[in-house]
């Protein structure tokens, strides 16, 4: 790991030098200089931004291919997320739990609706949210399940990704992700990802969830096989095992089905939203699921003092209403297929795979062939922000709101780097 880090310093001062601008060059300086150094980002630093697109403070046009780890499916400063935020900010902001707001019943009802789900509870990350599902699967399996105390048992998968916070690295496969950030929270056990039998033989009576994401984002977009899904919900059902799904960067529109579990005829327990669920606006996050285990939460349980707050939920309500009114997961869905197809004509040499579903999707460069960072310094030459997920994996998701040609233009770009 520590090559890495060497490695990455030495990249980005190569970078530095040749044609950055002068601006940018001196808030790139600025954020290594007092900035804690969690992040290598590409050398642009973006001052604008609309719909499927971004500009820099030198003025240079670029196409968002990573939409904030999809946290903008609804596009950059959509026009009518900007008239709610200015609305709802002119009235009333934050009221704590402490005191009821006008906001956060109607966003429960819309969300609940939207999910088919019967409870919600709203939190501000990701993180925070598979914190909570993570305490409800505990609390119904004590409660309901009646494990013996303290003994609840969560499995996840191998290549995991649900947040940074310390319970959520310990139990991540990822070294980098948790070294020297020990010791963990016990009570999760780790299972191969997409592997129903290696599920089954994990399942205890102790068991009370498994947590899973249906596909995984930052392990490369990760496709489970077909079928999956299925196997899994019968296993958890059979034990009485909690179905918990991520769909933090997979859910609202991203894999071109509202949610992704819904390629399979399946009804997860707990879902965990976040990131599109505040439309690039505001971070608001949430589990979502059964009265039987969002009903066990009592006052004093658990909480946050800006969760459900009244500029989240009506920032929440219109990014809903968004997805919604614009269709955008049939077009996630039908512009992600044209996008694959024309990604499949790479060269084999260089691309070893193509994997994703509607704009969620990634391209695996070969061991053979240069970085797949290199490839994303070019493209954004190009005008193309593109991200390396690990070291050989490149994902493509722009903003659902994307216009055709937009990505015709991208794919043709990315054709014309990606040579043999
Ligand atoms: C981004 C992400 C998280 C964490 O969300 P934060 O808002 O960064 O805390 C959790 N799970 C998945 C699948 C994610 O993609």
Known sequence: MAATTVEAT????????????ELSRRFIEEADHFGAHNYHPLDVVVSRA???????VEGKKFLDMLSAYSAVNQGHCHPRMLETLQRQASRVTLTSRA???DQMGPWLRELTTLSGMQRALPMNT????????????RKWGYVVKKVPEGQAEILVCSDNFHGRTTTVVGFSTEEKYKKNFGPFTPGFKVVPYGDANALA?????????????????EAGVIVPPAGWLSEVQEICRKNRVLMIDDEIQTGLGRTGKLFAYQYEDVKPDLLILGKALGGGFYPISAVVGSNEVLGL?????????????????????????????EKLPERAFRLGEKFRAGLALLPKSVVTEVRGKGLLNAVEISKQARSARSYCVELQRRGILAKETRSTTIRFAPPLVIEEEALDWALAQIQDVIRD
């Open 50 to 56: 609309q719909g499927a697109w971004v500009w820099d």
């Open 10 to 21: 030495k990249d980005n001062a190569n970078n530095l030098g040749a044609g950055l601008g």
């Open 297 to 325: 939460f009592e006052p004093g349980d658990h909480g946050s003092t800006f969760g459900g707050n009244p500029l989240g939920c009506a920032l929440s309500r219109t990014a809903m209403d968004i997805l919604v009114d």
């Open 201 to 217: 033989k994990a399942v205890t009576p102790n068991t009370v969830g498994f947590l899973f994401e249906p596909i995984q984002g």
């Open 99 to 101: 005191f009821h707001n």
């Open 126 to 137: 990701g993180a925070e949210a598979v914190e909570t599902a993570i305490k409800a699967a």
